[in-house]
T-cell receptor, first 117, second 111 residues
Framework: GAVVSQHPSRVICKSGTSVKIECRSLDFQATTMFWYRQFPKQSLMLMATSNEGSKATYEQGVEKDKFLINHASLTLSTLTVTSAHPEDSSFYIC?????????????FGPGTRLTVL | QKEVEQNSGPLSVPEGAIASLNCTYSDRGSQSFFWYRQYSGKSPELIMSIYSNGDKEDGRFTAQLNKASQYVSLLIRDSQPSDSATYLCAVNPGDDYKLSFGAGTTVTVRA
């Protein structure tokens, strides 16, 4: 149980285009999902918290107009990188909040490798 | 002060030895503690969770929690080359799902 999928796993796009990444909780409902970014040899950086039916909460320094997050259902959150540039190339990972043994836990998706040319 | 701090790496251990990873956290009200393993280019994978003081063992992994000292550790016994990865300590400081992560400790197991 507690499986989270991401699609696509890899994407290459041209500078200036937009890219949408999907995050799905496959066997549980997630009211809260999280989006992280990770650059090579660096730790996870939380970008935003996505709450079903409401606006996402962005971390300081993350441009909400550039990284659009939509949590339209209890099993799906999407991250759209708008007008992507080479500096947006990174590993994007989502996670979904759920309960395990009565405690709050995050279940991670496999990640999406974005390369902007 | 960072919310979650891990011992700086990289940590190199010979095959069969014990790898010891340490983590301290600043929020005394934290309830849940996690160790994730992350292979290069992959997403984090949960290997241990611990919620109460003491030891928790799962196979070759043992997590230790001391809330009074705000300290959580992970021991990897009989280390294998496949254990070579970055280990992330994560703490749930409140009653939502948000986690605070340490910077990670990279472990290399020498064959």
């Amino acid at each position: 149980g507690a499986v989270v999928s991401q699609h696509p796993s890899r994407v290459i796009c041209k500078s200036g285009t937009s890219v949408k990444i999907e995050c799905r909780s496959l066997d549980f409902q997630a009211t809260t999902m999280f989006w992280y970014r990770q650059f090579p040899k660096q730790s996870l950086m939380l970008m935003a918290t996505s709450n079903e039916g409401s606006k996402a909460t962005y971390e300081q320094g993350v441009e909400k107009d550039k990284f659009l997050i939509n949590h339209a259902s209890l099993t799906l959150s999407t991250l759209t990188v708008t007008s992507a540039h080479p500096e947006d190339s990174s590993f994007y990972i989502c996670s979904a909040g759920g309960l395990a043994g009565g405690y709050n836990e995050q279940f991670f998706g496999p990640g999406t490798r974005l390369t902007v040319l | 002060q960072k919310e979650v701090e891990q011992n700086s790496g990289p940590l190199s251990v010979p095959e069969g030895a014990i790898a010891s990873l340490n983590c301290t956290y600043s929020d005394r009200g934290s309830q849940s503690f996690f160790w994730y393993r992350q292979y290069s280019g992959k997403s984090p994978e949960l290997i241990m969770s611990i919620y109460s003081n003491g030891d928790k063992e799962d196979g070759r992994f043992t997590a230790q929690l001391n809330k009074a000292s705000q300290y959580v550790s992970l021991l990897i016994r009989d280390s294998q080359p496949s254990d070579s990865a970055t280990y992330l300590c994560a703490v749930n400081p409140g009653d939502d799902y948000k986690l605070s992560f340490g910077a990670g400790t990279t472990v290399t197991v020498r064959a």
